[in-house]
């Protein structure tokens, strides 16, 4: 089994940065994509962003300027930076990551658990 943990959330006032990170731990092989997803109070899911093993980044409907991923394989872990937050930040962010724990198995999905952040003043 895999499980991803996510750190990192709190309360931030406006226009302030925070670091999310994730870790992944379990029976693990390879991380294929690993990523951040957020849901704000009343919306849908929806994807921040997302890292290949390879390095490519795609974005979801963000502000590209304001989010940054950067992921370490060597720790299994994904980390997000948002800076200058807004209040429509405001969302329980979940880490999420496709998991091969054997070089004969395909990649399952899995989710974290999410970690709120509220920005607020």
């Known amino acids: 089994q895999v499980q991803l943990v996510e750190s990192g959330g709190g309360l931030r006032q406006p226009g302030g940065s925070l670091r999310l990170s994730c870790v992944a731990s379990?029976?693990?092989?390879?991380?294929?994509?690993m990523g951040w997803f957020r849901q704000g109070p009343g919306k849908e899911r929806e994807l921040v962003a997302s890292t290949t093993n390879l390095g490519t980044v795609q974005f979801g409907a963000v502000e590209k300027g304001r989010f940054f991923i950067s992921r370490d394989d060597t720790k299994n872990t994904v980390h997000l930076q948002i800076h200058e937050l807004k209040p429509e930040d405001t969302a329980v962010y979940y880490c999420?990551?496709?998991?091969?724990?054997?070089?004969?198995?395909?990649?399952?999905?899995?989710w974290g658990r999410g970690t709120q952040v509220t920005v607020s003043s």
């Open positions: 999420n990551a496709d998991v091969s724990q054997s070089r004969y198995k395909d990649s399952l999905n899995y």
């Open positions: 379990g029976t693990i092989f390879a991380i294929w994509n």
